[in-house]
C-alpha cells in the first residue's frame, strides 16, 4: 500500500460546487505528487437527501475536472455492517451508552458538522441515567441513541496546513451522537469506521470540519486505530464572505459542464487560488501535479469573485 493515502468523499446530497472541487484538487494534487494513491467514497448515508442520479453526477464532476482515483467508487450505504460491528464493540467496551434525549438534540449527527452549525455543549442528561440499554428502551418505547463518552481534556493533533492544533471536545459539543433513535449511523463514526479499513494515512478536508478531529481521534483510539495525519483547508467563499453552497448555478460543477465551459478554465482559476499565479487562463489537473506545493496555498479563505463565466447565469 502506497505510504500517502488519501480519499475523495463527497456527498452526493447535491450538486458539486466550486469549493468542493477545489478541495478535492487539492487533496488530489497532494496524493499524486507523492506517488499517493486515492480512493472515492460517496459518503450517502443521508438517504432522505440522496436523490436519484446524483451519485453519477459527482462521479461525472470529477472525471470532468480531470481527476482519477485508484479505488472505487465506494458506497458508504453498502457498509452499513462494518459500522454496526464498530458500534458493538465501543458499546462492549463502555465507550458509549444509551440516550433518551429528542430527536432534535441529535437530528444533525447524520450529516458533516460545519463551524457555523456547532451545537451546545450536550449536558450529560442520559450518561449513567439507564442500568441497561434495554432500560433505555423500554422507557422511550424505541431503541435510544448511542452517545460517545467524551473525556475531559484537550485533544491535539498536527495538522498539515494549520501546524499544532488542541482543543476540548468535551467542551464543544461534548458526549455525541454515533447512531441515532432511526438507526442512523453518524457521520463522525462511518468516516472513522472508513478511513480506518481504507488505510487513509491522510485526510484532506475543508476547516470547517476542524471541530470533527479531535471526535474522530477519540474513535480511532477507541477501535484500537491510529489516527491519520489531518490537513484542514481554507474554504472558498462566496461574495458575501458566506462558506460557498450547493444553491448557485454559476458555481455548480454540473452546471458549468452543461454550459460548455472548458474544464481546464475551471481548473486554472482554482490553480491561482491554491498557489498557482502563473496558471493562466487554461490548465489541466495534470500539468500542475510536479509544481504542487502545500506550502504555496494561501493562508487566508480564497473568494473566487467575479467568477469568469458569471454572463452565462
Known sequence: MASFRTRLAPSPTGSMHLGNARTFLVAWWMARHAGGEVVLRLEDLDRARVKPGLVERVIEDLRWLGLDWDEGPILQSERLALYDAALRRLIEAGHCYPCVCSRKEIRAAVNAPHAEDEES????????????????????????????????????????????????????????????????????????VDDAAMGISEVVRGDDLVASTPRQILLYHALGHRAPRFTHLPLVLDESGARMAKRRGDTEIAFLRARGIDPREVIALLARSSGFPEAGAAVSAADLIERFDLARLPREAARLSPLPWAAAR
Open 121 to 192: 455543549v450536550y449536558p450529560g442528561t442520559c450518561r449513567g441515567r439507564f442500568a441497561s440499554w434495554e432500560e433505555a428502551r423500554a422507557f422511550k418505547g424505541r431503541p435510544p441513541a448511542c452517545r460517545f463518552r467524551v473525556p475531559q481534556g484537550e485533544i491535539a493533533f498536527d495538522d498539515r496546513f494549520l501546524g499544532r492544533v488542541a482543543l476540548d471536545p468535551a467542551r464543544a459539543g461534548g458526549d455525541f451522537v454515533v447512531r441515532s433513535v432511526d438507526g442512523a449511523f453518524a457521520y463522525q463514526l462511518a468516516v472513522t
